[in-house]
């Protein structure tokens, strides 16, 4: 899908939820807040909006392919599909005025990569099939959902919506006016409070590319990717063995003539008769009225003649064309971030290019005037620049542009030209340093005066404060100064940031249960993420020792672990031989 230039929000529900009284009561509380809103609606019928007899509709009758009506009142243009192909959303929005419209309001289209409520009524007991839609930015129901930090709105409170539609998709001021996260949590603000501030904040972007699918690896897919064979294709032998007729075996079996072979790449040519049976190789073509595969360990031979045991279970041991994948059915959806598997599934479907998002352009830096490149002698209070490394790390994956931005010194007017300079280049500038009580003042100025932000204490441990905010339309995120905080702040926030930045489909962390073995230390109200080492015993039950000692500068324990141990808020000390959580490391720290 090509880039659409409205913004645009798009409503999907199970027929009967109400979806066009929703838009009737919501569009005049969107004109309230001076949006000038054009609607779309999908509609899977013939329709018709003339009325015979009239001019237009006799110009029409005569063959035109286009009537427009105009007068000072309004205009009407009428298209007709002659190929009867189905309607593209950009293609309809390409014809709205972007200097006369400010919002499309969409009812359909469920798959489009554009932003959408999905809505909900309890009475009609119909399940949530879109918030995992990576484009999903809210359900709208009618009574409270727990959706595990997606938006839930009221649906009978359609001012609520247009509010929620102007602030987050099209960055109008609430009122009264404020920033973009601008709810300031009273004390420690948790993880999952945080994600839901980010997750209301940003915007995935719009442009895509068409690319190859070799360079495809880690990118996301913008939409839908349809099969357009069956796979597998024909129907396949699932060993090595012989294809017979079942119609042909008796209960005390039956002596087949071998009449061929059939191997991967070389099918059978003939037609089987009865009474035959030909040589099969795993993956290799079934031929026409062979129904069944016997493995090669249950038969016996002589010559040309194979005897086939009565005992063998007969229309067996047949992988059937389409089992994998069916013919215009979906193979991956918008939103996933493709694997090397992924790229061995669209291969197998002939899939040659593919619609994805464009990479995300990224800067980062560290702040601190004791900071030096590695390769610089030291001074005594000076330290070499890691933080810069950390982050180069874990952002080194295909979907990103890269830009390290080097080390800024403590200094607010230098700070200011670097995010000014670096500001309009880039979708997220990432900063490490500087995020403590007193060192962001001036962070938190320069972001006020040039665009917006919030300081976030967060009831995490390692990595308390926070910068979150956005420049000249770039995200910032100021990260602390530690390299472990750098770390945890990065994979719990920065990095789901980034994936809804893409468009990418929501993925939790994995979690899994195991023994400590080790005695842990804990204060209760914060959560804590101690490094630790996970493993698997001779019983192959998980058990997770400390990684040693979990101060926040000691990079040689996050060198030793592999994986978090997650301590809740309320939780305190733990004892050897308890149960805790564990996230395990992925390959990129």
């Not at 919501?26 to 949006?35: C, E, S, T, V």
């Not at 994600?195 to 990118?219: E, G, M, N, Y």
Request: with cysteine; proline share 6%; net charge negative.
């Amino acid at each position: 899908m090509s880039s659409i230039n409205i913004p645009a929000i798009c409503f999907i529900a199970a027929s009967g939820t109400g979806k066009t009284s929703l838009l009737e009561q919501l569009i005049p509380a969107l004109q309230k807040r001076g949006l000038r809103v054009a609607a779309i609606k999908r509609s899977h019928h013939d329709f018709e909006i003339d009325q015979p007899g009239k001019d237009s509709f006799r110009l029409r009758a005569a063959g035109a392919k286009a009537v427009i009506i105009a007068s000072k009142y309004r205009k009407a243009a009428i298209f007709e599909s002659a190929d009867k192909a189905e309607p593209e959303l950009d293609s309809l929005i390409a014809l709205l005025d972007a200097k006369t419209i400010d919002l499309v309001v969409v009812e359909g289209f469920k798959h489009a990569p554009i932003p959408k409520i999905e809505l909900h009524r309890k009475a009609l007991e119909n399940p949530l099939l879109h918030i995992k839609d990576p484009y999903t930015v809210a359900v709208a129901s009618d009574v409270a959902l727990d959706l595990a930090g997606l938006p839930c709105l009221d649906l009978n409170n359609a001012p609520a919506i247009a509010e929620f539609i102007a602030t987050t998709l099209l960055n109008q001021p609430v009122e009264p006016p404020a920033d973009l996260c601008s709810i300031e949590p009273q004390g420690l603000l948790t993880l999952e409070q945080a994600l839901a501030h980010i997750k209301t904040a940003v915007q995935p972007v719009r442009q895509t590319r068409q690319i190859p699918l070799a360079s495809a690896l880690d990118r996301v897919l913008a939409e839908p990717v349809i099969s357009g064979l069956n796979l597998p294709q024909d129907r396949q032998s699932a060993m090595d063995g012989y294809a017979f007729m079942a119609s042909d075996l008796t209960p005390a079996g039956v002596d087949l003539v071998l009449a061929g072979t059939s191997s991967a790449g070389h099918p059978y040519a003939d037609l089987l008769k009865p009474g035959q049976c030909i040589r099969i190789m795993t993956g290799a073509v079934v031929p026409e009225l062979a129904d069944s595969v016997v493995m090669q360990e249950q038969v016996g031979i002589n010559g040309k003649h194979i005897h086939i045991p009565g005992t063998v279970k007969t229309l067996n041991n047949i992988r059937q064309s389409g089992e994998d994948i069916k013919r215009d059915e979906i193979l991956l959806n918008a939103g996933k971030q493709l694997t090397a598997c992924d790229l061995g599934l669209l291969a197998s479907a002939g899939v040659a290019e593919i619609t994805v998002t464009r990479k995300l352009k990224i800067g980062f830096f560290s702040t601190g005037d004791e900071l030096r490149p590695v390769a610089t002698e030291l001074a005594t209070g000076q330290i070499h620049d890691s933080n810069r490394y950390i982050l180069g790390g874990l952002l080194a994956e295909s979907c990103h542009e890269v830009n390290d931005l080097g080390i800024v010194p403590d200094n607010p007017k230098t700070l200011e030209q670097h995010l000014l300079a670096a500001a309009g280049n880039h979708d997220v500038l990432i900063s490490t340093g500087g995020a403590s009580v007193g060192d962001a003042d001036f962070v938190h100025e320069i972001l006020s005066n040039h665009g917006t932000t919030q300081f976030w204490k967060l009831a995490i441990k390692p990595g308390k404060p926070l910068v979150f905010g956005s420049i000249k339309g770039s995200y910032f995120f100021g990260l602390p100064g530690n390299p472990l905080a750098v770390i945890t702040t990065f994979q719990q926030l920065v990095k789901p940031a980034l994936k809804m930045l893409m468009g990418a489909a929501e993925l939790k962390p994995l979690r899994i249960r195991a023994t400590c073995t080790s005695d842990l230390k804990k204060s209760p109200g914060r959560r804590e993420f101690q490094r630790g080492i996970l493993h698997q015993d001779e019983n192959g039950e998980f058990r997770v020792a400390s990684a040693g000692k979990q101060e926040s500068h000691l990079l040689t324990v996050m060198s030793r672990a592999n994986c978090y141990i997650v301590l809740a808020e309320e939780c305190g000390p733990v004892t050897a031989g308890e149960q805790v959580w564990v996230e395990p490391f992925d390959t990129r720290i």
